[in-house]
């Protein structure tokens, strides 16, 4: 299956542990970004990266959160202390192009905090 | 920020009755995407459009990219028990230079009646 890969399908943490959530993109896609879902909601843009380069993080929480795409392996979107407030569903979605590209997503890590 | 108003918000219909949902926004974007996400999975792409005025189909889907670039539409035609589900308008700046993440509207619930 080449589509966009993402582990854990579901993560629970306690208040104050660290969430990593894996995101590995389509074959031949360079270009990975995540989204936040919260209930009964659309998606909301976090952040997007290149191979070692956040390009854009205009979406992401100022603290607590950070997102990394290395040379090799996956992208991980990282979430120190979590808080109830961060249960959601985090997407991962990748494309071939940057600026025009139709973007492709994962099914998601489904993250509860207790 | 962009917003993206999705209508309606949720729909009843019968099975065989023809769909239309719209999505309109404050600001121009250069690219629409419409996705449709099933419980427990992410959103599964459906349609590109990146021309204003232009009209794709993708079988019994049709959608429209306004003249203004700021809405589109979605037309689902003799719809079927399988169409159930949450569909998401979705637009992209696409600039070099400007945020290339997705904006999503809040979405529209298909519910089928046999």
């Known amino acids: 299956n080449a589509g966009v890969m993402q582990n854990p399908r579901h993560l629970v943490r306690r208040r104050g542990q660290e969430a990593r959530l894996r995101c590995s993109p389509m074959k031949g896609h360079s270009h990975v970004y995540w989204y936040r879902q919260l209930p009964e909601e659309g998606l909301k843009f976090m952040v997007y990266l290149q191979k070692e380069n956040i390009i854009d993080e205009s979406g992401m929480p100022k603290e607590r959160f950070s997102a990394e795409f290395p040379k090799e392996g996956p992208s991980i979107l990282r979430i120190q202390q979590v808080v109830r407030g961060d249960s959601a569903a985090y997407f991962c979605a990748s494309s071939l192009q940057g600026y025009f590209g139709e973007q492709y997503f994962g099914p998601g890590t489904r993250l509860t905090v207790t | 920020g962009q917003q993206l108003n999705q209508s309606p918000q949720s729909m009843f219909i019968q099975e065989g009755e023809d769909v239309s949902m719209n999505c309109t926004s404050s600001s121009i974007f250069n690219t629409w995407l419409w996705y449709k996400q099933d419980p427990g999975e992410g959103p599964v792409l459906l349609i590109a459009?990146?021309?204003?005025?232009e009209l794709t189909s993708n079988g019994r889907l049709t959608a429209q990219f306004g003249i203004t670039r700021k809405d589109s539409f979605l037309n689902i035609s003799a719809s079927i028990p399988s169409d159930v589900g949450i569909y998401f308008c979705?637009?992209?700046?696409?600039?070099?230079?400007?945020?290339?993440?997705?904006?999503f509207g809040k979405g529209t619930h298909l519910i089928i009646q046999p």
């Open positions: 459009l990146y021309k204003a005025g």
């Open positions: 979705a637009g992209q700046l696409g600039t070099r230079g400007g945020a290339d993440g997705l904006t």
